[in-house]
Structure formats: C-alpha cells, structure tokens
T-cell receptor, first 114, second 110 residues
Framework: SAVISQKPSRDICQRGTSLTIQCQVD?????MFWYRQQPGQSLTLIAT?????????ESGFVIDKFPISRPNLTFSTLTVSNMSPEDSSIYLC???????????FGPGTRLLVL | QKEVEQNSGPLSVPEGAIASLNCTYS??????FFWYRQYSGKSPELIMS????GDKEDGRFTAQLNKASQYVSLLIRDSQPSDSATYLC??????????FGAGTTVTVRA
C-alpha cells in the first residue's frame, strides 16, 4: 500500500474563510479521491481528482465550494471555500494503486469551523 | 453512489466470542467489496477485500460474499478488546468509486 500524508492534520477556522488541504503520496497512483466524514457519520465521496484535468464531482458537491487540483500523480489539494460551521468534518484523501481494486486512506484533516 | 446498508449497532461481544457484521448493497453490478476498520479519531484502515462468492479468511477475520443475495459479511473470531472499533462496509462501482455503509460499532468486553 502507499504511504499517504495530509496537511494540516487539523485546523480551526473562522466562518467565511477558506482552507486548502494537501495530500501527498509516496508513489505515483492512478486515482485519487476526496471524502468527507461528518461527525458521527460515514464517508461521503466529494470528488475524484483527475491528473491534468478538472475533478469529477459527486452530486451535492460543486467546484466553487470544493476546488480541487491534481498537478501530478503524487499530489492533490482540496480547498474548502467560504466555510460555514456545517463544513466542520474530517476530510480524507484516498488513493487507488495500480494493483488490486483497493483504496487506502490518508490520516485525514479535522476541520472545525466557528 | 449506490446504497450500502449495514446492520445497526452498536454490537457488544465478550472477549473470545465471534462478532458478526452484515452488509447489503443495492447495485447488482458491483464487483468488489471491502471492510474497513476505523478506530475513534483515526482514518479507515482496510482489513479485508473480497471479489468472488464464498469465504475469504485472513487471520481471525473471515469475509463472506453472496452476490446473488447482494450480501457481504465479516466475522471476527476470538474477538479481542483491540477489535473495538467501527467497521465500514464499502462497495466499489465500475468507475472505482467507493460507497460506504453507515458503519457498525463493535465493543469487545474484557
């Protein structure tokens, strides 16, 4: 499995501001994803980060709110824009390696919006 | 994303017992199935994957898949306190997107 790191690990932000979360993988991966886990809930897929092209967003998530970049095969960022308290969640990146159809998760970014 | 349902918890079992977790999914075309373990405050950790009907064993864990019934389960034998966690069932779609169940919280009583 790949080694995945995320920065920051946690943050407390003010309403109306934006936060960019970074995801770094120690090897090239075919696919990268961003998930959200709201308090006490399961994981919900936000988008698939595509290398060299625009991310593919799931229903209920839009690029203006969650812009995503993926400049290469080892790195991606997710920005949470114009934050509100409802954005308080854990944000997780995951990667699919070229082998079995499995996804591995990064350690997550715990975001609290006041 | 497709619907994935897990048996409601929490599930409390005594140490040494078998914990049985169940999951059903709605997309008959799903081909890959996973169980993740998530400790409180941590990210999900992949513990089992299964792709074919039948049983797959890995240590104290056994995953069972029945595609006709659209059912996947996880058995934890000889449960230990360290198995206390939330277990997430996940189903892969052909475009590799994972759909997760709500999770079942397991507590192993010493």
């Amino acid at each position: 499995s790949a080694v995945i790191s995320q920065k920051p690990s946690r943050d407390i932000c003010q309403r109306g501001t934006s936060l960019t979360i970074q995801c770094q993988v120690d090897s090239q991966v075919t696919m990268m994803f961003w998930y959200r886990q709201q308090p006490g809930q399961s994981l919900t897929l936000i988008a698939t980060a595509n290398q060299g092209s625009e991310a593919t967003y799931e229903s209920g998530f839009v690029i203006d709110k969650f812009p995503i970049s993926r400049p290469n095969l080892t790195f991606s960022t997710l920005t949470v824009s114009n934050m509100s308290p409802e954005d308080s969640s854990i944000y997780l990146c995951s990667v699919r390696t070229g082998g079995p159809e499995t996804q591995y998760f990064g350690p997550g970014t715990r975001l609290l919006v006041l | 994303q497709k619907e994935v349902e897990q048996n409601s918890g929490p599930l409390s079992v005594p140490e040494g017992a078998i914990a049985s977790l169940n999951c059903t999914y709605s997309d008959r075309g799903s081909q890959s199935f996973f169980w993740y373990r998530q400790y409180s405050g941590k990210s999900p950790e992949l513990i089992m994957s299964i792709y074919s009907n039948g049983d797959k064993e890995d240590g104290r864990f056994t995953a069972q898949l029945n595609k006709a019934s659209q059912y996947v389960s996880l058995l934890i034998r000889d449960s230990q306190p360290s198995d206390s966690a939330t277990y997430l069932c996940a189903v892969n779609s052909p475009d590799y997107k994972l759909s997760f169940g709500a999770g079942t919280t397991v507590t192993v009583r010493a």
